[in-house]
């Protein structure tokens, strides 16, 4: 069935950098564009980045722009975040989500980032 | 940044009763609007799209209506695995952006 699992959250200080994770299967991830997709404790959605299908497009929000990277390896059915100079607001569960028409169709189960001193 | 607001905050209901939420968008987005639904420690789940289209495996009961700036989802007759937090999002303009939700819980 189609799937994604989120890895590499964790407890980080300000200022350092985290890597995330998804793994996709059930699916031709080379065809689909992938977002991450964020939600603060007790708080609503916020969308964070867009990469298209081949990686060769990125969309970011303001609030990670300059300092969060999407990527993926397609020939590993894997989406990445590379999120640098983490701010204590960054504490969120990170969700990855596959793109349908902008939307998001298909979520992982999310993993939790805490920027923490 | 077309920022999304949605109302009421909070909506408390009985089973079996109908269901109206509402989004707004402060500029028009067309039909560039989907609806998802989000139980405690669940992600998300894809309801709506375009404003009107239901997503794979969604019961006949949920329905979308509205373009421009106005939206509605309604829900026909409230099942009890409804009870939960429906977020509007457009996708008109970047960024992307979220409605806060609205909470469904039980009367």
């Known amino acids: 069935q189609v799937q994604l699992v989120e890895s590499g959250g964790g407890v980080v200080q300000p200022g350092r950098s985290l890597r995330l994770s998804c793994a996709a299967s059930g699916f031709t991830f080379s065809r689909y564009g992938m977002h991450w997709v964020r939600q603060a404790p007790g708080k609503g959605l916020e969308w964070v980045a867009l990469?298209?299908?081949?990686?060769?497009?990125?969309y970011y929000s303001d609030s990670v722009k300059g300092r969060f990277t999407i990527s993926r390896d397609n020939s590993k059915n894997t989406l990445f975040l590379q999120m640098n100079n983490l701010r204590t607001e960054d504490t969120a569960v990170y969700y990855c989500?596959?793109?349908?028409?902008?939307?998001?169709?298909?979520w992982g189960k999310g993993t939790t980032v805490i920027v923490s001193s | 940044e077309t920022v999304m607001t949605q109302s009421p905050a909070t909506l408390s209901v009985s089973p079996g009763e109908r269901v109206t939420l509402s989004c707004r968008a402060s500029q028009s987005i067309s039909s560039h609007l989907a609806w998802y639904q989000q139980k405690p420690g669940q992600a998300p789940r894809l309801l709506i799209y375009?404003?009107?289209t239901r997503a794979t495996g969604i019961p006949a009961r949920f329905s979308g209506s509205g373009s421009g700036t106005e939206f509605t989802l309604t829900i026909s007759s409230l099942q009890s695995e409804d009870f939960a937090v429906y977020y509007c999002q457009q996708y008109y303009n970047w960024p992307l952006t979220f409605g806060p939700g609205t909470k469904v819980d039980i009367k």
């Open positions: 990469i298209s299908f081949d990686g060769g497009n990125t």
């Open positions: 375009g404003a009107s």
């Open positions: 989500a596959r793109e349908l028409s902008y939307n998001m169709d298909v």
